[in-house]
T-cell receptor
Framework: NAGVMQNPRHLVRRRGQEARLRCSPM?????VYWYRQLPEEGLKFMVY????????ESGMPKERFSAEFPKEGPSILRIQQVVRGDSAAYFC????????????????FGAGTRLSVL | AQSVSQHNHHVILSEAASLELGCNYS??????LFWYVQYPGQHLQLLLK??????LVKGIKGFEAEFIKSKFSFNLRKPSVQWSDTAEYFC????????????FGSGTRLSIRP
């Protein structure tokens, strides 16, 4: 059962380092989403990507955060110069379609990457 | 802006008790509604979903939810809970115009006493 795969599951970084989180979508899915869950909060949308395109990045912080979904390989969420406030669980999801035009968008989630910034 | 409210932060029940978790959303247009569950250490799993049609939706593991449009609610129910239902439950919504962006509630932690 090849679901959404995220790695690493746990990532520890010191302040100022870079964090790279990877996400491989379910087989056949070309739509990828990233969400962040801060302690005691629900998941918050960050970014939506299709292959080689960023479709909606309205939830991404303006600085230090970037995401890509290249033609080959997993989607990457990159956080530069991490700060303590970046400590959170980062979840990736994928879907078969976008949900536009009334199509049903059902997102399937990975197990998440827990980022701890020391 | 859309938002989702889950009324209970933490619910504690005994096995065989009935469950109802409240969820209200704020959005005036057409919505799609979801309940996700996160078992300890695992990924979010889709419990059930509503896109259209019958407002009473059946999901996996004996869960159901009822969409009441006039109340902007989508409460989750289960007649008899089991210890294995211990998990965090998230209500979520997408709008017809922004179907790719899920808005989540803050979650309800359910603890079942054996």
């Amino acid at each position: 059962n090849a679901g959404v795969m995220q790695n690493p599951r746990h990532l520890v970084r010191r302040r100022g380092q870079e964090a790279r989180l990877r996400c491989s979508p379910m087989k056949g899915h070309s739509h990828v989403y990233w969400y962040r869950q801060l302690p005691e909060e629900g998941l918050k949308f960050m970014v939506y990507l299709q292959k080689e395109n960023i479709i909606d990045e309205s939830g991404m912080p303006k600085e230090r955060f970037s995401a890509e979904f290249p033609k080959e390989g997993p989607s990457i969420l990159r956080i530069q110069q991490v700060v303590r406030g970046d400590s959170a669980a980062y979840f990736c999801a994928s879907s078969l379609n976008s949900g536009t035009g009334g199509a049903k968008n059902i997102q399937y989630f990975g197990a998440g990457t827990r980022l701890s910034v020391l | 802006a859309q938002s989702v409210s889950q009324h209970n932060h933490h619910v504690i029940l005994s096995e065989a008790a009935s469950l109802e978790l409240g969820c209200n959303y704020s959005y005036g247009g057409t919505v799609n509604l979801f309940w996700y569950v996160q078992y300890p250490g695992q990924h979010l799993q889709l419990l059930l979903k509503y896109f259209s049609g019958d407002p009473l939706v059946k999901g996996i593991k004996g869960f159901e939810a009822e969409f009441i449009k006039s109340k902007f609610s989508f409460n989750l129910r289960k007649p008899s809970v089991q210890w294995s239902d211990t998990a965090e439950y998230f209500c979520a919504v997408t709008s017809y115009s922004s179907a790719s962006k899920i808005i989540f509630g803050s979650g309800t932690r359910l603890s079942i006493r054996p």
